[in-house]
């Protein structure tokens, strides 16, 4: 099964904030996480595949710049925290992108965005522009105007969503976690990692009940959900360790690293 992720052309590589922050969002943007992510980015860009780059980090990256130490609850302070935050952010990536004479653009989106048909057939025409110029997109949700990330996903959904946008073969969700387990890992020693299955498969769901760190508000059951909903156009997910050193380029080079959540193949009747 793992060849339906080696063979994609294009992908959608969501990374959360657990990797692209440090201290859990106090200290800033991880920009060795960053440059390290873009050089293998690189690397499959190489290869002829198009990428799209799906990063949360803004909310975590404008507490620095503001100077909190704490993540607050208000929602007018996190989305504030947002805007002050995207534009390091970008920053970060577009320097890193530069060292691989990559270029990347900017785009910030919303469900709603997505739902309606004019937006939708507007944002998937600019994606799929960027893509034949040889241009990264790096793609966060619009914290000011929407709030749905930052309640719930911290980008898991935004990511399947941009997957059938643009009917990427692949949604790799890169996280502080090996994979999904059999049942949660902190509480129970004895879970096992899933190593494949149909992204439909209603046990998996009960499987990744609970929510995550305390940064992010995306546990593994937004993932699940975002497994689901990508499969629906036809992208199959890869829930995968993004620590794990190249982690990114094994996935997609076939090493049998985290779980694949598949869609319908051909063939397959159920
Ligand atoms: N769009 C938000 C960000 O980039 C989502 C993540 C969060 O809630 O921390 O920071």
Redesign the pocket.
Same mark, same amino acid.
């Given at each position: 099964m793992r060849s339906l992720i080696t063979q994609s052309k294009c992908l959608v590589v969501k990374v959360g904030?657990t990797l692209v922050t440090c201290e859990g969002g106090r200290g800033g943007l991880a920009l060795d996480f960053i440059a390290d992510l873009t050089r293998q980015i690189s690397v499959l860009h190489e290869e002829g595949r198009r990428i799209l780059l799906v990063s @949360?980090? /803004? +909310? /975590?990256a404008g507490l620095q710049r503001l100077g909190w130490s704490h993540r607050p609850k208000a929602m007018h302070s996190l989305q504030a925290a947002?805007a002050v935050?995207q534009m390091g952010l970008i920053h970060a990536y577009e320097i890193a992108f530069a060292k691989h004479n990559l270029t990347a653009a900017q785009i910030l989106l919303t469900h709603d965005d997505l739902a309606d048909r004019t937006r939708h057939q507007n944002a998937r025409a600019t994606l799929q522009t960027l893509m034949e110029l040889g241009v990264t997109p790096i793609i966060?949700?619009n =914290?000011t105007v929407a709030t749905d990330?930052?309640k719930f996903g =911290?980008?898991d959904t935004l990511g399947a969503m941009v997957a059938n946008l643009v009917s990427a073969n692949a949604l790799v969700i890169l996280t502080d976690q090996p994979g999904l387990y059999s049942r949660d890992p902190r509480l129970h020693p004895e879970a096992t990692l899933i190593v494949e299955g149909r992204a439909d498969d209603p046990q998996y769901e009960s499987m990744a009940g609970g929510t995550g760190s305390h +940064? @992010?508000?995306g546990g593994m059951i937004t993932k699940v959900y975002a497994a689901q909903r990508a499969a629906v156009s036809g992208a199959h997910t890869l829930i995968v360790g993004g620590r794990e050193p190249d982690a990114l380029l094994r996935a997609m080079h076939g090493e049998p690293m985290g779980t694949l959540l598949f869609a319908k193949v051909s063939g397959d009747t159920k």
């Open positions: 904030s @949360s980090g /803004a +909310i /975590a947002a935050g966060n949700e =914290d990330e930052i =911290d980008n +940064i @992010s508000k």
